[in-house]
Structures are given as structure tokens and as C-alpha cells.
């Protein structure tokens, strides 16, 4: 077999920095709010002012502890915060703190579910450290401006093993870990603000080989989308070189969403030296037994856990769980309706398609979502309990969404109440068929599909009120009579 056509496989790694959601800073007190007046948000600390000490903000460990046990980390009794030293009008310290020998937690893994089965991807270490400022061009002046108000925002560094093979792995990955944060609420794991953010490390092999590719990292990713596509392009470019016989250099690109490409940032041999040394104004970070158990213990149900729990719980198939798990809030809004009546299939696909449809169309989120958890449970009772149909439902939904009333005190106060009373529904039956004499003729002299005409007319005429069931019964009753 020639070189050309033996396959290829990518291998893929990936860092991942993730914005704690903390009210204040890493090492100082000012706030992380997002969207504020540029430099509003400093303090001597951030600013880098000579003089003045960093101090370590707990619920930062905290959050880190969280993730680490979520991602089955071993939590490190000791860390260690480093200097990372580069110049940038973004970090007026002149260094970034950073968790470079001794990161607070090792050794983790995640589940990522794909198409074709589960799959482990390990995380090699997760470790703290400081964002920087944000510094921006100012269009048509040879200037750069720079905001001092992300400085200091406290991240996650989470640093995969180069366990993936596909843009899809990759993708499948950053989903979960988003999932995960949020389940957590450790932060809001928005892509496109930078709350999240991926440096994707791509190199390419012949397969069965065992050694890996020179890899190049992909820097600049920030939608969900990109992650797979700025990858995908990568393979595409390694593989064609990598058949041709060119050295695959070891570079940071960017992507650059606009052409669809990645192109060269600089080359290894410009990599900078950071000079990396232990922060001699922070003491190691030690975290005892206690600490760690303590958090253990706040820690809520992970994405997994619920949606195996949904399964066999609630007999859902693959894809509703999934849907229902992707965001903890929706898994407790439906844990709650389930909780009132029961009807969990009904009710996951009332969420799934009504609910969620209506959400969508209107901008929000379950969070401000008018329809409570126990009204959706009663109205998917009332169709249940044949007290209204499935189609009238969606009429009540409609009100329910804007008002927020009671699906029975809406039924009642519109008089939409099914229609099961026999004689009620025959008379209807009756009248409809005194009314369409040619109909009736013609389905006699076997046209059966006039049958669907008169349930369409009756159905018509009692406003839709008639229960489906009991019309068919009768005009087939009155029919063959
Ligand atoms: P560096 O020293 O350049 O930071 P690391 O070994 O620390 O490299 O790895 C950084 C990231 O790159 C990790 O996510 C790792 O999984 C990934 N990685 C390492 N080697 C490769 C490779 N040959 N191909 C793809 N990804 C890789
Ligand atoms: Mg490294």
C-alpha cells in the first residue's frame, strides 16, 4: 500500500480556559461584573501598583474543587502559584499568576456520549490562575486601548489528554464541560462572551502508528461551532501535507472565522520564554481532607447522573434525556412537573417541543418561564383525564404562556371542557349529517373517505370540544345503522 492511501487519523488535545463566576477577583476585592465602564473595576492589585499583596479569594478553590471532583480529578493537598512572565499592555504586573509545576488538581477524566458509543477522554490537570485585561484597536487611529476590568477574573485551566480523534470528540467534549460548569453553577459557560474559551492542540498520524504528529495549536476559537470547523480545517491542511511529504512545522495559528481558516501565529522557535518561578508573595495553597469533603458534599447530581436517572426512572428514550439534561434548570422543572401527576412521557415531550418552542420564539429561558412547572403538569392531567383534547391543549398552552393562569381556570372561564356526554356528541353527529345530504349519499354509495369529512364537520361544529374517540364510535354507529 502506497503512502497515499493509507488513512490518516488527527489527534486532538485541548485547553480549555473557563471564567470562575465569583463576585469579586482572584487576589483582590474589586468585581468581575461583564459589561461595565472600562477600567470601572480595578484596585491597586489589579492595577499592579508596587507595594500591595495579592490574597487569594476561597471561593475560587472552591469552584476549582468543584470541578476537579466532577471530573474526577485527584485534588492536590498542595499548590503552587507561579509567575508567568510576559509583556503586554494587558497585564500591568508585567506576569500573569498561574498554576505552572503543582496544579490544584490531576488527573480526571469526563464521558463524552457520540454516536457510536461513549467514550473516556482524560483530563491531565486543571489549575487556577488570573485572566488578563482586554485590549482592543481603536478603528482608523494607531491606537490600542486598553479595559483593566477582566483583569484578575479568576480561571480554570482545563487541559485534556490528546484522547480525541475527531472534530465531533472534540465538540462532544466542549458541550460537556459547558454542561458541567453550569450544572456546577461555577460559571456561565458562554462561548461566544468568553466565558469559555479553547485553544485546540491538532496534529495527524498514518494510522496504526504509534507515534504522534508534530501538533499545532489553534488558537481564537470561540463558538461551539468553530471548535469543530477551525479542527476540521486543521486536519484537512496536516493531511494533505503530511501525504505530499512536508514537514508539518510545530506553530500557534488563529482561526480566523471569516475566511474559514487557520493561519500562522508564530513558530516554535519564537515560542516566548516565560520564566516561570513560584509567587513568593503567595503561600501554597493547602487544601485539607476537610475541605475537600465539605465540598463533596455541595456538590448537585452531574449531567450523567440525571440523565441515567431519567432513563430508568422515567423510561425516557436516549434523546429526551438528553434533551431535558442539557441544562439542570430544565431537569428540575421537569422533575417537578413529573412529581405532581406522574405522565412523564407526555410531559417530556411537552417540554421538549411546546414549551421549548414557545421559549425560543420568545427569547427566554426556563428561567423567566411564565408556565410553572406544576400548571404544565395539570394541563398534561387535564388531557389525560379527557377533560380537554391534545389540540384544544395547545389553545390553553397559548394562554397559559401569557398569562400564567391556571389551565383549569382557563378551560373554565373559555368553557373549552371536552364534550364526552353521548347524547351530545350524537346530536351533533345528527346534525351534521342532516346537513350534508350529498355527503351522506355518496359515503353510502361507498366513498369512504367521506367519513373524515363528517369528523372534520363535527369536530368543526363543536369547536373542536368533541371528544375524538366517542365521535368516531357514533358516526360509525349511525352510519352503518
Ligand atoms: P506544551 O508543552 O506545548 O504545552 P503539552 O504536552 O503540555 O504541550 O500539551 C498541551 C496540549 O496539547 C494538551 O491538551 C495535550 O493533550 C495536547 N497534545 C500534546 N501532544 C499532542 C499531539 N501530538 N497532538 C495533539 N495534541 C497534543
Ligand atoms: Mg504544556
Known amino acids: 500500500m502506497s503512502a497515499n492511501e493509507?488513512?490518516?487519523?488527527?489527534?486532538?488535545?485541548?485547553?480549555?480556559?473557563?471564567?470562575?463566576?465569583t463576585d469579586s477577583k482572584i487576589f483582590a476585592t474589586s468585581s468581575t461584573a461583564a459589561g461595565e465602564v472600562p477600567n470601572s473595576l480595578t484596585d491597586p492589585v489589579t492595577l499592579g501598583l508596587p507595594g500591595c499583596l495579592p490574597v487569594l479569594n476561597k471561593k475560587v478553590v472552591e469552584y476549582a474543587i468543584k470541578l476537579g471532583l466532577a471530573t474526577h480529578c485527584s485534588i492536590q493537598r498542595e499548590s503552587i502559584f507561579a509567575r508567568k512572565h510576559y509583556l503586554y499592555?494587558?497585564?500591568?504586573?508585567?506576569?500573569?499568576?498561574s498554576q505552572y509545576e503543582k496544579p490544584i488538581c490531576l488527573g480526571g477524566n469526563i464521558t463524552v456520549r457520540l454516536k457510536e458509543g461513549i467514550k473516556n477522554i482524560g483530563i491531565t490537570r486543571i489549575h487556577l490562575e488570573e485572566d488578563a485585561g482586554k485590549s482592543s484597536h481603536v478603528d482608523g487611529e494607531a491606537v490600542s486601548v486598553v479595559d483593566l476590568n477582566r483583569a484578575g477574573v479568576p480561571l480554570v485551566e482545563i487541559v485534556s489528554e490528546p484522547d480525541m480523534r475527531t472534530s465531533e470528540e472534540a465538540g462532544a467534549y466542549m458541550r460537556l464541560l459547558r454542561q458541567t460548569v453550569r450544572y456546577l453553577d461555577i460559571s456561565d459557560g458562554n462561548m461566544e462572551e468568553g466565558s469559555l474559551r479553547c485553544d485546540a492542540n491538532v496534529s495527524v498520524r498514518y494510522e496504526g502508528s504509534e507515534k504522534f504528529g508534530t501538533k499545532v495549536e489553534v488558537k481564537n476559537i470561540n463558538s461551539f461551532r468553530f471548535v469543530e470547523k477551525a479542527i476540521d480545517y486543521e486536519i484537512e491542511r496536516q493531511s494533505a501535507m503530511l501525504r505530499n511529504g512536508e514537514e508539518i512545522?510545530?506553530?500557534?495559528?488563529?482561526?480566523?472565522e471569516a475566511k474559514g481558516k487557520t493561519r500562522s501565529m508564530r513558530s516554535k522557535e519564537f515560542a516566548e520564554d516565560y520564566r516561570y518561578f513560584p509567587d513568593p508573595d503567595l503561600l501554597p495553597l493547602i487544601v485539607d481532607n476537610d475541605w475537600i469533603d465539605s465540598v463533596k458534599n455541595t456538590l448537585p447530581e452531574l449531567p450523567d447522573q440525571v440523565y441515567q436517572r431519567f432513563k430508568s426512572m422515567y423510561g425516557l428514550d436516549d434523546y429526551n434525556a438528553d434533551v431535558l439534561t442539557q441544562e439542570s434548570l430544565v431537569a428540575r422543572y421537569y422533575d417537578q412537573a413529573v412529581s405532581v401527576h406522574g405522565n412523564a412521557g407526555a410531559l417530556a415531550n411537552w417540554i421538549g417541543?411546546?414549551?421549548?418552542?414557545?421559549?425560543?420564539k420568545e427569547g427566554m429561558t426556563i428561567e423567566n418561564c411564565p408556565v410553572s412547572p406544576e400548571n404544565l403538569a395539570d394541563l398534561v392531567h387535564l388531557i389525560g383525564q379527557n377533560v380537554i383534547s391534545g389540540k384544544i391543549a395547545k389553545k390553553v398552552f397559548d394562554e397559559m404562556f401569557s398569562s400564567g393562569a391556571r389551565p383549569a381556570a382557563i378551560i373554565e372561564q373559555q368553557g373549552l371542557q371536552q364534550i364526552t356526554d353521548e347524547s351530545a356528541i350524537m346530536a351533533i353527529v345528527q346534525q351534521v349529517l342532516d346537513a350534508n345530504p350529498q355527503q351522506l349519499e355518496?359515503?353510502?354509495?361507498?366513498?369512504?373517505?367521506?367519513?373524515?369529512?363528517?369528523v372534520g364537520q363535527i369536530m368543526k361544529l363543536s369547536e373542536g370540544k368533541a371528544n375524538p374517540q366517542i365521535v368516531n364510535t357514533l358516526l360509525k354507529q349511525k352510519l352503518d345503522e
Open 353 to 360: 417541543t411546546e414549551l421549548f418552542g414557545r421559549l425560543n
Open 249 to 256: 512545522i510545530q506553530e500557534t495559528r488563529l482561526w480566523d
Open 6 to 21: 493509507k488513512a490518516i487519523e488527527a489527534v486532538i488535545g485541548l485547553e480549555v480556559h473557563c471564567q470562575l463566576s
Open 442 to 454: 355518496a359515503y353510502r354509495s361507498g366513498k369512504d373517505k367521506m367519513f373524515g369529512f363528517f
Open 89 to 97: 499592555p494587558d497585564l500591568p504586573k508585567g506576569y500573569q499568576i
